[in-house]
């Protein structure tokens, strides 16, 4: 059974950092792309930062470059998200996600874990 399970959110204040974790377990963990998203109240769900199979390569949208790091332990099938700097805009249930496409597409999420930055 495929299941995917976020932690580390909760409420920060602006500035100060959290690091959140997906722990994995059912499929092969090393040859899937791991992302994280986040969806924000009335918004459409955004990603915020991708790693490849090897972590060798990390992409980041505008609004979170330089500010989070994406990371991967494939010993432990957990992907990481730090997020330092954070801004009120960064409010959103944040997902992970698994990605790989092997002759056809297998994708797989994780419930989410709440990130609140307020004051």
């Known amino acids: 059974q495929v299941q995917l399970v976020e932690s580390g959110g909760g409420l920060v204040q602006p500035g100060k950092s959290l690091r959140l974790s997906c722990a994995t377990s059912?499929?092969?963990?090393?040859?899937?792309?791991m992302n994280w998203y986040r969806q924000a109240p009335g918004k459409e769900r955004e990603l915020v930062a991708t790693?490849?199979?090897?972590?060798?390569?990390?992409n980041y949208a505008d609004s979170v470059k330089g500010r989070f790091t994406i990371s991967r332990d494939n010993a432990k099938n957990t992907v990481y998200l730090q997020m330092n700097s954070l801004k009120l805009e960064d409010t959103a249930l944040y997902y992970c996600?698994?990605?790989?496409?092997?002759?056809?597409?297998?994708?797989?999420w994780g419930q989410g874990t709440q990130v609140t930055v307020s004051s």
């Open positions: 790693t490849t199979t090897t972590g060798g390569t990390t």
């Open positions: 996600n698994a990605r790989r496409y092997y002759l056809k597409l297998y994708e797989y």
């Open positions: 059912g499929f092969t963990f090393r040859l899937f792309t």
